[in-house]
């Protein structure tokens, strides 16, 4: 069965520096996600990203974030100068193409633990 | 945008019990609810999702009653088993006309099954 992947698990990184973070969507999907999940809060949407710009982003999304299909098959988010409250999970997850008002089911990866020292 | 407020927060059931969980949502103008399931160091995966156009969604032991006029929908576990164990969340789409797909989530319910 086809599965959303995500590089690496688990990051740790000191404040300031930038990070990557790595996921590779279901391959015939066209819509993708990140999403993050603070230690014991609920999953908050960040940003999404359809015909290779982004389509809808947070608040949370600020110029601090970005995100990038850099080839056919990966998409990442990139964090310029990390800080304390960035410390999450991320998930990324993707999904096919909505048509018109009808909800695509979105695919979730494993997450990557990013923990700012 | 849309906001769902779900409660409880934490539930424990015994074994073969029945689990339900519940949530609350603002616009009626959305009209796909799905409930995620999320084990320890996993992503959440998609368990059940309901359209209002029902007032009721069953999948061999999870059933979600949606409850329109009150904006309000739960899930139920019947039989509920050890396995059954993790955290669930409400969802609903954050745009109207789940534009670009997205969703909002609720905080989360976290379920322990006793044996």
């Known amino acids: 069965e086809p599965e959303v992947t995500q590089t690496p698990s688990h990051q740790v990184t000191q404040m300031g520096q930038e990070v990557i973070l790595r996921c590779v969507p279901i391959?015939?999907?066209?819509?993708f996600y990140w999403y993050r999940q603070i230690l014991g809060q609920k999953v908050e949407f960040l940003v999404s990203?359809?015909?290779?710009?982004?389509?809808?982003k947070s608040e949370i999304f600020d110029d601090q974030f970005s995100v990038e299909r850099p080839d056919g098959s990966n998409f990442t988010l990139k964090i310029r100068s990390t800080k304390l409250e960035d410390s999450a999970m991320y998930f990324c997850?993707?999904?096919?193409?909505?048509?018109?008002?009808?909800?695509?089911?979105?695919?979730f990866g494993p997450g990557t633990r990013l923990t700012v020292l | 945008q849309q906001q769902v407020k779900q409660s409880p927060q934490s539930l424990i059931v015994q074994k073969g019990g029945i689990s339900i969980i519940n949530c609350a949502y603002e616009n009626t103008a959305f009209d796909y609810f799905p409930w995620y399931q999320q084990f320890p160091g996993k992503g959440p995966a998609l368990l059940i999702a309901?359209?209002?156009?029902?007032s009721e969604k069953k999948e061999g032991r999870f059933t979600i009653s949606f409850n329109k006029s009150a904006k309000q929908f739960s899930l139920h576990i019947m039989d509920s088993q050890p396995g059954d164990s993790a955290t669930y969340f409400c969802a609903a789409p954050l745009l109207p006309n789940n534009a670009g797909n997205m969703l909002t989530f609720g905080g989360g319910t976290r379920l322990m099954v006793k044996p």
């Open positions: 990203f359809y015909n290779n710009e982004i389509s809808e």
């Open positions: 391959s015939n999907h066209l819509y």
């Open positions: 997850a993707s999904s096919e193409a909505p048509s018109g008002s009808s909800y695509n089911e979105q695919f």
């Open positions: 309901i359209r209002p156009d029902v």
